[in-house]
């Protein structure tokens, strides 16, 4: 199984919303992290995991909160979003100094 | 801010042409990788070459690094119109977790 899987594919909240984003992979990686792409950009990173402890946060604002329960799940929790947070989100999976192997992302869109 | 910069931005070839992407970088790396992206989807690995290769093959694809002049490219042989995709090299020169993407090039291959 080399597969990372996301849900939902897309969401759609208001500012006031409070949802999570979802990632599971079953590749044994200890290595997850968070993208955020928008359109016609390269993807960003946003969070690190390692071994289930957060390495790197790239300064992101705390309206994101990372979250990883288990080897095997990475969370993204949302609050008081902004219309600009729309963009695509990236989960990815990889083993040291291996290739990242990422999900088919999240649509998110901010009314 | 961004390791790496593709050139060019966007490419359209002939169906069967070969397709050439250059990646530059600014510091020393460990490995540098190339990934594609179809229509804002989630990025499948291509390659993955390390600061002591000079050359690798997979199919239809050919990486190049040349650590002295901190840059790479990405050879498409006999390209296909389900090759139509944004192609993005990928480096870990702040840090092994760090996987930082360039801005990548959008390639169109016409039938």
């Known amino acids: 199984d080399t597969e990372v899987t996301q849900t939902p594919k897309h969401l759609v909240m208001g500012m006031t919303n409070k949802k999570s984003l979802k990632c599971e992979q079953h590749?044994?990686?200890?290595?997850m992290y968070w993208y955020k792409q928008k359109a016609k950009k390269p993807p960003e990173l946003m969070f690190v995991?390692?071994?289930?402890?957060?390495?790197i946060n790239e300064s992101v604002p705390s309206r994101f909160s990372p979250e990883c329960p288990n080897s095997s799940l990475l969370n993204l929790h949302l609050h008081a979003l902004q219309p600009e947070d729309s963009a695509l989100y990236l989960c990815?999976?990889?083993?040291?100094?291996?290739?990242?192997?990422f999900g088919q992302g999240t649509r998110l869109t901010v009314v | 801010s961004q390791q790496g910069e593709e050139d060019p931005q966007a490419l359209s070839i002939q169906e069967g042409e070969n397709a050439t992407m250059n990646c530059s970088y600014k510091?020393?790396?460990?490995?540098l990788q190339w990934y594609r992206q179809n229509s804002g989807r989630g990025l499948v690995h291509l390659i993955l070459?390390?600061?002591?290769?000079r050359e690798k093959h997979s199919g239809r694809l050919r990486v190049t690094l040349d650590t002295s002049k901190k840059s790479s490219s990405l050879l498409i042989t006999a390209s296909r119109a389900a090759d139509t995709a944004s192609y993005f090299c990928?480096?870990?020169?702040?840090?092994?977790?760090?996987?930082?993407f360039g801005q990548g090039t959008r390639l169109t291959i016409n039938p």
């Open positions: 990928a480096t870990d020169g702040q840090g092994a977790q760090k996987l930082v």
């Open positions: 590749m044994g990686h200890r290595a």
């Open positions: 510091t020393s790396i460990n490995n």
């Open positions: 995991y390692s071994y289930e402890k957060l390495s």
């Open positions: 070459i390390r600061s002591n290769e």
């Open positions: 990815a999976s990889s083993q040291a100094d291996r290739e990242a192997f």
